[in-house]
């Protein structure tokens, strides 16, 4: 069983930054997929980056080139550097732990991001 906390969410500006972190109950990345997903009131929810066993990141198009994917193997922490904050990019954001096997998927409780002067 894999658990995963988020937390570094808050209210910020138009144009600011935020880094969100994700910390997970064990030495999980040689294993597990890292990836961040959001939710916004009334969508669904949507992949924002990805990070693999192998360190290779991938980013959704509308956060290309604003947000960065990062882990630090010895805190068993991914983060969410975010910048040029935008007003549409208010949402929940999840962090999720996958592997290709039946039932290894697990995702945080989420943590609030509100873009908003």
């Known amino acids: 069983q894999v658990q995963l906390v988020e937390s570094g969410g808050g209210l910020v500006q138009p144009g600011g930054s935020l880094r969100l972190s994700c910390a997970a109950s064990?030495?999980?990345?040689?294993?597990?997929?890292m990836g961040w997903y959001r939710q916004a009131p009334g969508k669904q929810r949507e992949w924002v980056a990805g990070?693999?066993?192998?360190?290779?990141?991938n980013y959704a198009g509308f956060v290309k080139g604003r947000f960065t994917i990062s882990e630090d193997n010895a805190k068993n922490t991914v983060y969410l550097q975010m910048n040029s904050l935008k007003s549409e990019d208010t949402a929940v954001y999840y962090c999720?732990?996958?592997?290709?096997?039946?039932?290894?998927?697990?995702w945080g409780q989420g943590t609030q991001v509100t873009v908003s002067s």
């Open positions: 999720k732990a996958s592997r290709p096997l039946p039932g290894h998927n697990y």
């Open positions: 990070i693999t066993t192998g360190g290779s990141t």
């Open positions: 064990g030495s999980i990345f040689s294993t597990y997929s």
